[in-house]
């Protein structure tokens, strides 16, 4: 015969949980010990609690002292204030998953609806959670109780947590036709549904099921129905005394499942009689090796503002105080958490002293953040954070994985006076210094401005290089001024300032740059110095062109005749502008042929006549001209020379005459 163990079968967590405070009251509280109704629904619990002085009361008012414990089934609202009015101590074992409805249940009621409970009426957990909307909700436990249902306000349904989901589906789907609107939580523990759907597959492979509880248990009850669908070969026994092994021996195979309020040994016992091949520990899982340090990972299985129940395959389940859940305790545990959300955790302590695994979220949250901190810091990744405190020395940033301390000169590039007004600023920088053994993360913001102005620059020296590189001695280069001074001009040549002397912008002398030129101006000019070692790049405008007196000696010669400009009057002469910077003489002698006393009576100044280049002095530079000589010598002055006449004179009359002669 084969036999199979249902995985979920046993306590469950709520259950569990209950057992434990149970067990550790007995043990530690001065006084008796009540339980409010039988903790479990299983004699041998029972009997062993009240061996240990654990008595069950039926009746609150039938005690008046001692310590009073809630069973994981929960009580209503008016239980718990008739127990405080009498100063009795109250253990409140109600199972968080219970706890989440009633506080549903109140709220909801507070709000104006009318509650429906999809459930048995007459289930402890239904009675204690009506008992949180004054009594006033409606019990709801089958389709046709649903088809009848009226209200006059909106409806909230929660369910019994240990309801069948089929149920509950086709109730809600009755009340949602007549009210579209109606606010549906399903309430069904999640413990529960997974036991009926293990139960329900093991039904179906299985000749005979045998389902072990007590035979009042509402869930173990369930259990049984649901399995009975599968197989008419259901026996629902309280413990392994009821075995008919001889009738089971009929089968080839038996699965085995149990409600959850039945303990592990009497499933262990059961299983024994069926199958002694087996180690029913291993099964069970309880064997699972754990230590203090282990990190293990969990599914949620009830939250509350204080604790974050997790169940991690062990025989116990592991528990996370707020506290070591979240850094932000002003912040709702119920709002980061919620029932299904898979958490790792490390184990702190194995017992917590009520039996459950003391576990810690922030310690493997810290052990992920110093990693994801040596990851960075390896890797010289750039990281963003916040300014949160101001500490001796530097401040604090919270990276958002991990905070790190900047020490105060690690800000910016200039000294910061008062550390107080960086509080609050995002800053973005890298992990300079870590160290794992002393937790030790200092952060620089500064690294990285060094490390933005040694690129600047490298790209300006590139940029600098390629422009300076470009340039050739002699060439004629055309670029914007990029600013203007007494003594000359810098010229923009993209990265390189080139700059033009006052002396080299023109032939002429230039008193005032700023008066010849503006900002802006493109400016062709003459490479006249490269200076590689300093980048430096002298220019000359002037240069472009010829120097005008080279301009001049190429283009004239002596008895050239020109016209000029008359520039200057003097009592020697007038100057006259040949082209410009190039200026000549006219001496007074040669102005005319007759005798000039007054230079002024022949030339004014801005005349332009044609004169002859008499002398060219490459060396002093001056230009001799003549206007008398762009004229023939006038006939009177030759008369008067031709009259002259001596005895001795080898010159005929003939001679002297022959113009007045030939005429
Ligand atoms: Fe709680 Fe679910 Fe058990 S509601 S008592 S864990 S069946």
Same mark, same amino acid.
């Given at each position: 015969?084969?036999?199979?163990?249902?995985?979920?079968a046993?306590?469950?967590?709520?259950?569990?949980?209950?057992?434990?405070?149970?067990?550790?009251?007995?043990? $530690?509280?001065?006084?008796?010990? &009540?339980? &409010?109704?039988?903790?479990?629904?299983?004699?041998?619990?029972?009997?062993?609690?009240?061996?240990?002085?654990?008595?069950?009361?039926?009746d609150?008012?039938?005690?008046?002292?001692?310590?009073?414990?809630?069973?994981?089934?929960g009580?209503?609202?008016?239980?718990i204030?008739?127990?405080?009015?009498?100063?009795i101590?109250?253990?409140?074992?109600?199972?968080?998953?219970?706890?989440?409805?009633?506080?549903?249940?109140?709220?909801?009621?507070?709000?104006?609806?009318?509650?429906?409970?999809?459930?048995?009426?007459?289930?402890?957990?239904?009675?204690?959670?009506?008992?949180?909307?004054?009594?006033?909700?409606?019990?709801?436990?089958?389709?046709?109780?649903?088809?009848?249902? /009226?209200?006059?306000?909106?409806?909230?349904?929660?369910?019994?947590?240990?309801?069948?989901?089929?149920?509950?589906?086709?109730?809600?789907?009755?009340?949602?036709?007549? &009210?579209?609107?109606?606010?549906?939580?399903?309430?069904?523990?999640?413990?529960?549904?997974?036991?009926?759907?293990?139960?329900?597959?093991?039904?179906?492979?299985?000749?005979?099921?045998?389902?072990?509880?007590?035979?009042?248990?509402?869930?173990?009850?369930?259990?049984?129905?649901?399995?009975?669908?599968?197989?008419?070969?259901? &026996?629902?026994?309280?413990?392994s005394?009821?075995?008919?092994?001889?009738?089971?021996?009929?089968?080839?195979?038996?699965?085995?499942?149990?409600?959850?309020?039945?303990?592990?040994?009497?499933?262990?016992?059961?299983?024994?009689?069926?199958?002694?091949?087996?180690n029913?520990?291993?099964?069970?899982?309880?064997?699972?090796?754990?230590?203090?340090?282990?990190?293990?990972?969990?599914?949620?299985?009830?939250?509350?503002?204080? $604790?974050?129940?997790?169940?991690?395959?062990?025989?116990?389940?592991?528990?996370?105080k707020?506290?070591?859940?979240?850094?932000?305790?002003?912040?709702?545990?119920?709002s980061?958490?919620?029932?299904?959300?898979?958490?790792?955790?490390?184990?702190?302590?194995m017992?917590?002293?009520?039996?459950?695994?003391?576990?810690?979220?922030l310690?493997?949250?810290?052990?992920?953040?110093i990693?994801?901190?040596?990851e960075?810091f390896?890797?010289?990744?750039?990281?963003?954070?916040?300014?949160?405190?101001?500490?001796?020395?530097?401040?604090?940033?919270?990276?958002?994985?991990?905070?790190?301390?900047?020490?105060?000169?690690q800000?910016?590039?200039?000294?910061?006076?008062?550390?107080?007004?960086?509080?609050?600023?995002?800053?973005?920088?890298?992990?300079?210094?870590?160290?794992?053994e002393?937790?030790?993360?200092?952060?620089?913001?500064?690294?990285?401005?060094?490390?933005?102005?040694?690129?600047?620059?490298?790209?300006?020296?590139?940029?600098?290089?390629?422009?300076f590189?470009?340039?050739?001695?002699?060439?004629?280069?055309?670029?914007?001024?990029?600013?203007?001074?007494?003594?000359?001009?810098?010229?923009?040549?993209?990265?390189?300032d080139?700059?033009?002397?006052?002396?080299?912008?023109?032939w002429?002398?230039?008193?005032n740059?700023?008066?010849?030129?503006?900002?802006?101006?493109?400016?062709?000019?003459?490479?006249?110095?490269?200076?590689n070692?300093?980048?430096?790049?002298?220019l000359?405008?002037?240069?472009?062109t010829?120097?005008?007196? /080279?301009?001049?000696?190429?283009?004239?010669?002596?008895?050239?005749?020109?016209?000029?400009t008359?520039?200057?009057?003097?009592?020697?002469?007038?100057?006259?502008?040949?082209?410009?910077?190039?200026?000549?003489?006219?001496?007074?002698?040669?102005?005319a042929?007759?005798?000039?006393?007054?230079?002024?009576?022949?030339?004014?100044?801005?005349?332009?006549?044609?004169?002859?280049?008499?002398?060219i002095?490459?060396?002093?530079?001056?230009?001799?001209?003549?206007?008398k000589?762009?004229?023939?010598?006038?006939?009177r002055?030759?008369?008067?020379?031709?009259?002259?006449?001596?005895?001795?004179?080898?010159?005929?009359?003939?001679?002297?005459?022959?113009?007045?002669?030939?005429?």
């Amino acid at each position: 015969m084969k036999v199979i163990l249902a995985k979920s079968a046993g306590f469950c967590f709520g259950v569990d949980r209950a057992v434990k405070k149970a067990l550790s009251a007995a043990r $530690e509280e001065d006084g008796r010990v &009540y339980t &409010y109704g039988e903790l479990i629904h299983n004699k041998m619990v029972v009997d062993e609690l009240e061996s240990l002085g654990v008595t069950v009361i039926e009746d609150i008012d039938s005690v008046s002292s001692g310590t009073v414990i809630i069973r994981s089934h929960g009580v209503g609202k008016d239980v718990i204030g008739k127990l405080r009015e009498k100063g009795i101590k109250i253990i409140d074992a109600t199972c968080p998953k219970v706890k989440s409805v009633q506080n549903k249940v109140e709220k909801y009621h507070n709000m104006g609806y009318n509650i429906v409970i999809v459930g048995d009426m007459y289930h402890p957990e239904v009675a204690g959670v009506n008992g949180w909307c004054e009594n006033a909700a409606t019990v709801i436990n089958s389709r046709s109780d649903a088809v009848g249902y /009226v209200s006059e306000k909106p409806v909230c349904i929660v369910s019994q947590t240990t309801v069948i989901k089929s149920l509950f589906d086709e109730v809600c789907a009755e009340i949602v036709k007549k &009210y579209p609107d109606t606010l549906i939580f399903n309430t069904i523990c999640n413990a529960t549904t997974t036991r009926q759907e293990e139960a329900v597959e093991l039904a179906k492979v299985c000749d005979a099921m045998i389902v072990i509880g007590g035979l009042h248990s509402s869930n173990t009850k369930k259990l049984a129905q649901l399995c009975s669908i599968h197989t008419d070969r259901v &026996y629902h026994i309280e413990s392994s005394d009821d075995i008919n092994k001889q009738e089971l021996c009929e089968f080839d195979t038996v699965g085995i499942t149990a409600g959850a309020s039945t303990p592990s040994q009497a499933i262990s016992e059961v299983f024994r009689i069926m199958d002694n091949t087996m180690n029913f520990e291993e099964l069970m899982g309880e064997v699972k090796s754990l230590r203090t340090g282990d990190i293990v990972t969990g599914e949620v299985i009830a939250v509350n503002e204080a $604790e974050v129940f997790v169940n991690i395959g062990y025989k116990s389940d592991g528990v996370i105080k707020k506290a070591e859940f979240m850094k932000d305790l002003y912040e709702s545990l119920t709002s980061v958490v919620a029932i299904g959300d898979t958490v790792e955790a490390m184990i702190t302590e194995m017992n917590d002293g009520t039996g459950n695994v003391a576990l810690s979220k922030l310690k493997v949250d810290e052990m992920a953040a110093i990693n994801v901190v040596g990851e960075k810091f390896e890797a010289k990744e750039l990281v963003k954070g916040k300014i949160t405190k101001i500490v001796k020395g530097g401040v604090i940033v919270d990276l958002g994985f991990a905070t790190a301390f900047m020490p105060g000169n690690q800000y910016g590039l200039k000294y910061i006076e008062d550390l107080n007004t960086l509080l609050g600023k995002e800053v973005e920088g890298r992990i300079i210094e870590f160290d794992r053994e002393k937790n030790r993360v200092i952060f620089s913001r500064k690294v990285v401005l060094v490390e933005e102005r040694n690129k600047r620059r490298a790209e300006r020296d590139a940029k600098r290089n390629a422009a300076f590189s470009a340039l050739e001695l002699d060439s004629i280069i055309t670029a914007p001024v990029k600013n203007i001074t007494d003594f000359g001009l810098f010229l923009d040549l993209n990265g390189v300032d080139g700059f033009i002397h006052v002396s080299d912008i023109s032939w002429r002398r230039i008193s005032n740059p700023k008066k010849a030129f503006k900002v802006g101006d493109e400016v062709t000019a003459k490479v006249i110095e490269l200076d590689n070692a300093k980048y430096r790049v002298k220019l000359s405008i002037k240069n472009v062109t010829k120097e005008p007196w /080279v301009e001049f000696t190429e283009n004239n010669k002596v008895g050239d005749i020109i016209n000029v400009t008359i520039k200057n009057i003097a009592k020697f002469g007038a100057f006259a502008e040949i082209i410009p910077m190039v200026e000549g003489l006219i001496h007074v002698s040669n102005m005319a042929w007759e005798k000039v006393t007054n230079p002024e009576n022949v030339v004014k100044t801005g005349d332009v006549v044609a004169v002859k280049i008499i002398e060219i002095d490459d060396e002093a530079r001056r230009v001799g001209l003549s206007i008398k000589d762009t004229m023939p010598q006038p006939r009177r002055r030759i008369e008067t020379e031709k009259a002259y006449y001596k005895e001795d004179s080898k010159v005929t009359l003939g001679d002297l005459f022959k113009d007045y002669i030939n005429e």
